[in-house]
């Protein structure tokens, strides 16, 4: 087997490892990365493997050394740099906000008092005890839950019951989440407006193929609206009569109370609810729930058995504990605060930019901008348009993810921001 | 939307959840379970409500009421009672072999070291760690691996590369993994032999469709076989010039060391190779890995991906620390010495019995076992042939697991199937 080990030379592995964590974010501009030796011992290598892993990020200019200090990772020296060093573009947390102590202590809590069922796998569905929990916060019944890794997951799952032919016979906002998009081929869309899709459009496309609608209803992904509640009742009309399943992806529904007001609420028997934990907690915490309606409960059961048998158990007992102990709760609170208050510097910093607009009535970690000028650089920090959207109206917008920098980058990215649309000004 | 809630009553739900413990070995026969107040406290309910469901339990004969003491749950009265209560059905590992506490040291060992890491999404292929870590132990290249939510998944990622028709284009083994029946709807089979699939019948079954073979050729579910060598070198001929991809479920492997003979080793550019991580851990680790030909990585990090992202990043990293610690190899060692007691001790039952034949080919936490009388019971401690084959010839067989008891419910077991064969010997 030997000569299928290593094609790739270790150093270059070693180099894209630490070129990724330069990327994410994990080592900032200005900051010292760990010595060789420190690396030759975290990967168990030889000091001069290291030595010419760094000398390969020296020339591509990631890093710098600093004679008898050690090695720092460089300040992007142009302003359309790779995004990655400030980076507008995940929407996920940052994972410095999540309580890393107090999951520790409900875990060390989980093995103390549950140590006999951490790894016994839970019932295809779901802990039973998790369920209980998300159905009492998020005022959702627990006979139709069922506990998935994640909403992708929850859209596989949507997959699988339906079958193949998925691009023929599902619906789509315009513009929506991307891994809708590339997950099920789709080819048939609804233009938003900003309370919702288009009625005349919708009606338009309901031809007699259309079996599902993929909705992000809540705080629309990257538009940032709201369906009004006059759209929703005519979309839960149609969802009825035609009929049609609405996939309701729950995007960020926690920063708005939207509980009796979802789909979900108002048509259950026609609402697939898919919710995800990740968005809310931090990107690696794999977990979210879905709740179906009762004659399809089944089949989803039997795809999320045949996709993967059950989700990881130590992670949901984890969930359940850090959402009954108020934890989450409290989480959220401050999440919530910290996004009104970055949105606004954000806000204002576009302000200042003729060319750009923004639409006020945007909620979650996204901000949907629109861009009157050419935007055509090789690298952004942030979401190009295209990438919601086939139609050209998109083209010039971008969205700015603002949630997923951390407390001492976030001022420094405000920084950037300003200088690159300075830039794009002139 | 409480009109959808709680349409099962609740002391039902109780009930169930009491009876999925008491058959799923939580609580044993014999043994007393928690007090009224306490079940009251744990589903936060009334104390009557769990009267009432504990009066169900004792309906069905589940437990019974010692007064003063409390409830205990009822040995099985009949010997053809649900298989539950001595579970040869299950071949997991019993979840009392895993070393929970080393687990919890481990994990906060990964809390305090790497905290900043711990819920950061690593890439869709996994850990690069943990990559590491499986390559060196399982003697994989690392390059063509991905890490992935247990064997399941690993059957389903392969589904999603091939696309549909599968139960036209997959070869499987006669007797086989359910899993593997159901998920690709099996149809076409080659009769497994002592050393192997039937030749003559591999090449009639190898028609112009076939492009996959599901084999576990190491040790196999549920016959306990090995291929010979001469066996491995026809397959792996047959594929390269066929030419069809091997899926090599590694179901327990580890046991015996086969590394340099199986068929990644043999026909690497033809070989899908899965190996779950929850067989040889406890159920409840839902990880495994793939390695998968080169042309065909991309396919899988996309099949992955859009499957659930990426699996749980701190499981990932456990599993790293578990193997990497030596705590593997000296769980596997324990458990090998186990199955091994266990095993003899269970042929040495079963040769009292002159209906039933063992043949002493095989290996793993499984015995196959023929039965020359008629096995009409309407409930079985163990899984019958029937469902691992269509055939008939397998319809007097039926598969033994022996791991998963607990080593104080072990010999109980022993002395249930002695009072079992003995009644049908009758």
Known sequence: MSSHRHKVPIYQLIATLIEERILSGHYKPGQRIPAIREVAAEFECNKLTVQKAFDRLNQRGLIEKVVGSGSYVKYPS????????????????????????????????????????????????????????????????????????????????????????????????????????????????????????????????????????????????????????????IIADRALNHPFYIIEDDYLGELRNNNGNRFIDLCPERAIYIKSLSQTTVAGI???????????????????????????????????????????????????????RRKRQLIELADQFDFLTISCQQDGFNLWVQCSTSLDLPHVPWCRGEEFSFSNKYRSCFRLSYMHLDDKVFDQGLQYLKELWARIGE
Chains 1, 2 share one sequence.
């Not at 193949?164 to 997950?183: K, M, N, R, W």
């Not at 909705?215 to 009004?228: C, M, R, T, V």
């Not at 979210?288 to 004659?295: I, L, N, T």
């Open 286 to 340: 794999r977990l979210g729930f879905m709740v179906v309606p009762e004659d399809l409960l089944d089949k989803f059961i039997y795809a999320k058995f045949s996709s993967d048998i059950t989700s990881f158990v130590l992670l949901q007992k984890f969930v359940r504990e850090f959402i009954k102990g108020g934890y989450y709760s409290a989480h959220l609170d401050m999440i919530k605060e910290k996004a009104a």
């Open 78 to 233: 142009k302003i359309h740099e790779p995004g990655g060093f400030y980076d507008f573009r995940t929407d996920y947390l940052a994972e410095s906000f999540f309580p890393h102590k107090q999951a520790q202590r409900l875990i060390n809590a989980l093995f103390e008092n549950e140590e006999k069922q951490l790894f016994v796998p839970p019932p295809t569905g779901g802990d039973t005890g998790l369920i209980q929990v998300l159905s009492q916060y998020y005022e959702v019944p627990a006979e139709r839950m069922l506990i998935i890794s994640g909403a992708q997951q929850g859209l596989d799952l949507v997959a699988k019951v339906f079958g193949t032919q998925l691009s023929e016979s599902v619906l789509f906002e315009d513009p929506t989440y991307p891994g809708a998009i590339t997950l099920f081929k789709a080819r048939h869309f609804v233009p938003l407006e900003d309370d919702g899709p288009d009625k005349d459009q919708l009606d338009k496309q309901l031809n007699a193929r259309i079996r599902l609608f993929y909705a992000i209803p809540s705080i629309h992904n990257p538009l940032g609206i709201e369906y009004s509640p006059e759209k929703k009742n």
